[in-house]
């Protein structure tokens, strides 16, 4: 099914509540139709990614948003395990954190991260950067069928 002919998956895999509230407000009321999946950590990640326990109906996300830094298990290894699966690693990552550290940018794009972004403090420029990443992911470029 056309990417464009129905809803799109995103999965924010995001342990603030504040950001989690953030990103569902910067995405409502658009004219692109979003389904958002929320996960608090990364092990709840994989959960969902690999469809066990309660996630045994996930739907296969198109795009995933992953903090840097989540409790039982942090984002670099969420992207080594998604990278390592053949049946996950076509899966745009978008790194959206709030570390700006030059390691964290570097490990990043050494785990074949899409893209890195740091989350800003101003509640306007965030909503502007989701959008921004939902316009260009979904309007702009070609994704991979799943």
Same mark, same amino acid.
């Given at each position: ?8 998956? @995103? !999965? /924010?895999?995001?342990?603030? =509540? ?6 569902? $407000? ?30 045994h ?6 795009? @995933? !948003? /992953?903090?840097?830094n989540l =409790? ?6 969420? $992207?080594?395990?998604?990278?390592s ?20 940018i570097l ?10 972004i ?28 799943e």
């Amino acid at each position: 099914m056309p990417i464009n002919s129905r809803a799109i998956e @995103i !999965l /924010l895999v995001e342990d603030n =509540p504040g950001d989690v509230n953030l990103t569902r $407000l910067a995405l409502a009321d658009r004219e692109i139709n979003v389904n958002l999946s929320v996960v608090a950590d990364g092990v709840e990640a994989m959960n969902f990614l690999h469809r066990h326990g309660e996630y045994h109906q996930a739907i296969h996300p198109d795009l @995933i !948003l /992953l903090d840097w830094n989540l =409790p039982r298990k942090d984002g670099r290894e969420v $992207l080594v395990e998604i990278r390592s699966d053949e049946r996950l690693q076509r899966i745009p990552v978008v790194v959206l954190t709030t570390s700006q550290a030059e390691e964290d940018i570097l490990k990043a794009y050494n785990l074949h991260a899409n893209c890195y972004i740091t989350k800003p403090v101003d509640f306007d420029r965030f909503v502007q950067i989701v959008q921004s990443i939902e316009d260009f992911w979904f309007t702009i470029v070609q994704l991979p069928p799943e």
